[in-house]
């Protein structure tokens, strides 16, 4: 293992009615702020209202942002930059998913950036020494973005999907409340959950075989989507599966289980290349990558780690061969995302064509530097095709 | 599941020589700290020096306080209180096991204090505004006390063990450097690891059923704690399994597993009584009161957890009858803390007479009322009597 220094100095506020708690919070940094969202879901669910009641509670007065979409644009952040400078806004409310936030984020790191917020984007790093504070109210239980230091936005006119990342982006406090989670549904239920594993998958099948609390606490995050994911996806009120999903997701995103391993990442990055090309749901895109790319570098390097996988999260019997622990696990981790309503193939998700595969592999063709195992172009197009 | 707020500000510094780069924090927040330790182990596995050469690289001065002893004892907190009002020190840096760091944080709650510090400790909380900033260097992993808002001290005058709690006593950062346990011995290694496993069972058993989250976390610092515990036992320098055992030990006791449940603490007490009447090991204590708790208190009201704890974490086959699964479970906690070196029967601890056990069971008599089976006096001789 690695050294490494990891702090999650971000406040969490818990459970239904907790986003009142907030408002002391941002009331200390801001007397005016943006608040951004998406669409109306935030209306329906009871978030927006209040989030109002709790800023107006609290004498923040505040501008919006809305129609910010998932796989949020780079003209979103122009927008929001604009309505901050304009209106000397001094902080970020993100209320929403992943998007909200990520905008959110990367608003904050250039309203005081004197360049394009673009090409901050594009050095990954914000460019100012001065990035407002953001908070958030999560009203999905997937990215956990309200937890963490990144923000990944897409210029669909360049075809790019790429992330900025801060300390400074790490939200101060967030609100986790189950109920507004509630509106969510099933296929974006499933597709949060999907992501949540990612997240925990990308970390967790890493060249490092020895951090033991860290992958104890991975499959943690596994077995408590794959327990409670189910429950959410078919009751969609039951605040205790909603709440278990809320809950972990940000743990296995935020550094806990991937501190001092070497985890570079891979099929989040095929996944924003068809979200960049395609624009589609980006945990549904995962889960359709996910057992192709499993099968696609099981060999006997990765099929110690695939049979742990096996035994410790699918509970498949020890005794068996290591290969065939691994193959269940994979079918196995097929089957879950299939059985929450997921699509498993690529033309399910609309894509009915192959005629970008090869500029979509040639674009990550050195992406995959630090990965578990490395892919290159071939490979790439090789999950590609099988998932296809 | 109660709704909650949680934040865990503490920065972990998490390696081999990661003591140097806590520098810069101490010297950012104070010019003259007091180092607290306990006897010669810190000088031996190398901890002492590297932080002595660490204040000295940040140009920070320093007096000590050494000498601290398990179940720390409030002489030593007016010792540490004289020491920082005489000289004028600004912050304290503890570098030790958890006797350190909550001896180092009862004094950094009462330096500006005009009262006594002992009452303090008795009201549970810092009586003053200005509590100084903590820095801990933990050298065992077990306490979980550098990265949590407590400390235990103990008055052995009054037969008195009780904590004082802040989230100002959280520490700013911890260096946690795996090779500084490497010179902890097999028993203080092995009373370690009962020690992290009683703070999870603390939390992990309680009314709450529905915090599924949580639970899969827990059990994750339980099999950390099986699975590596033992390789740390047998070959003190394996850096991975100290590693392991280091990285788990705040995580069961910093929120990550509790928050939001009712968890009123069992074991913990009667060990707390132990420990005040005879001074004994606390995780040593904690590994015979544990197994002789879950036997008292296994009935049909507790039996289905019990259940789920043998087959997430003993592996037991789920198929079995739910109390043959619970009583096995139960013997293998017992039969795990055996195999690690620790004795089982407070006679093998030392404490020969039973004279003291209406006293001590009196005392906690109404310590229970948030527990996940309230004891009574009888309850807490019933279990004394079957750890005897």
Known sequence: MYNFALQMPTKLYFGKGQVFEMGKDIAACAKKVLMVYGGGSIKRNGAYDDACKMLEENGIQWCELSGVRSNPRIESVYEGIRLCRENGLEAILAVGGGSSIDCSKAIAANVHYDGDAWDA??????????????????????????????????????????AIMDDRLTPVATVMDPTYSYSVNAFYTAAGIADIMSHT???????????????RLAEAGLLTCI?????????????????????????????????????????????????????????AGLAIVTPAWMRHILSDATVDKFAEYGVNVWRIDPSLDRYEIANRAIDCTEEFFRSIGL??????????????????????????GNAYVVLHKEDVLQILEACF
Chains 1, 2 share one sequence.
């Open 121 to 162: 984007i594009m050095k990954h790093a914000p460019q100012t020494d001065k990035v407002l504070p953001v908070f958030t109210v999560i009203t999905l239980a997937a990215t956990g973005s309200e937890m963490n230091r990144n923000a990944v936005i897409s210029n669909l006119e360049l075809n790019i999907k790429t």
């Open 201 to 215: 998958f990308e970390n967790y099948f890493s060249k490092e075989t020895d951090a033991y609390a860290h992958d």
């Open 227 to 283: 327990q409670q994911g189910p429950v959410a996806v078919k009751e969609p009120e039951n605040y205790a599966a909603r709440a278990a999903l809320m809950y972990i997701s940000p743990w296995v995103i935020n550094g806990l289980t991937r501190a001092g391993k070497s985890c570079g990442w891979s099929c989040h990055p095929i996944e924003h290349e068809l979200s960049a090309y395609y624009d589609v749901c980006h945990g």
């Open 343 to 368: 699509p498993m193939t690529l033309r399910e998700l609309g894509i009915t064509e192959k005629d970008k595969f090869e500029e979509m592999a040639q674009n990550i063709d050195n992406a995959f």
